[in-house]
């Protein structure tokens, strides 16, 4: 346990919940994070994750209840209220006067009619989704802007990643990856909930897929020292994931033009991040890592755990990942057509409520 920084009264049984746990000396050569405190991965580093998945937890209702959905609700009733009032025709006369059979207007301010079950309905689902994608979109923001930090400090290139085989294994880790890792591991645990709390959505088993290998490449690779090559990836993965949910919230209120120019910005770097960069890291786990890893490398006891057999596993659950995201590739694709012939970008992860009301209605 890390007792020396926790508060002096806080029992000592939570302490594993809010500091990092097993301090250790720092490393007399360190390529990286000269300056930071050093630590070593143990079980009590799960009791870390459950404290943040449970920050998570109440950061995202909070901002999604007392921010986000008071701000879209707000959007949404002024541009409804405002698609109400009358608009004056070429001769001066307001449409819906008596002078094309309609009500006289009385100089008086018309009640405005109340809204629809249906776009009632449509409105609350936009107001919730907003909200969901908003705290996505301030999540990976923070997230990738760490990571990013996080990565600038290893030796370690996206287009050159031969460093990530250098010197393993890379143990102790400094304290600012190993909170990267478990922040990391967080989260995903977090959406696994999520996925299923909110409303069936057409990928909810590919989405879940994703998160479950995505939570045990995260821990494997924490445990057995592969963790250059996980945060590479995870700063990898991070900044396509901003773009999307912002693309979706523009559309949710209402703003096709910003939703359609953000969503293109988001399948060049999907593009970039999912196909170039990530297919690069696979390559050199592939073949890097057997040529620049010395054979007899496994030995536990000094955090050594590379073999043909671990390395092998991890290269497949990697190769599957980018399988899947082929497969989403090409629904965002799709949604690009879409755009390019003027339909506009849509959300093809429609929940079941949506499909239910739209072929009910």
Known sequence: MNTPQAAEWLPSFLVPFFTL???????????????????????????LIISYIAIMAILRDFTRIYVLEPFARWKLTRDWERSLRPTIDGTGTPNGSAANGCTVHTGKEDAS?????????????????????????????????????????????????????????????????????????????????????????????QMMTHHVITVFLLVASYFTNYTRIGCLIAVIMDFS????????????????TLCDITFGSFLVSWLITRHVLFVIAIKSAWFDSV???????????????????????????????????????????????????????????SDEEDIVEDKGD
Request: one cysteine or more.
């Open 291 to 349: 040529r620049l890893v010395p054979e007899n490398s496994w030995a536990p006891e000094r955090g050594a755990y590379f073999s043909e057999i671990t390395n092998n596993t991890f290269v497949s659950l990697l190769v599957f990942l980018e399988i899947l995201q082929v497969v989403w590739f090409w629904m965002i694709c799709r949604v690009a057509w879409r755009v390019l012939t003027g339909q506009g970008a849509s959300d093809h992860r």
């Open 21 to 47: 746990s097993y301090p250790t000396e720092k490393p007399i050569y360190t390529d990286s994070f000269h300056d930071s405190a050093y630590f070593s991965t143990g079980l009590l580093d799960g009791c």
């Open 113 to 205: 009619p109340s809204m629809s079950k249906k776009q009632a309905r449509k409105m609350h689902r936009s107001v919730l989704r907003f909200a969901e994608q908003g705290w996505s979109a301030i999540y990976y923001s923070i997230q990738f802007s760490y990571g990013l930090y996080v990565h600038c400090q290893l030796p370690t290139r996206v287009l050159n990643p031969t460093a990530l085989w250098l010197n393993y294994p890379h143990a102790p880790l400094a304290g600012p990856l190993k909170l990267y890792y478990i922040t990391q591991t967080a989260f995903y645990s977090h959406q696994m909930f999520i996925l299923n709390a909110e409303a069936r959505r057409k990928d909810h088993g």
């Open 241 to 256: 994931d901003i773009l999307l949910p912002i693309a979706k919230m523009f559309r949710y209120i209402g703003l096709y």
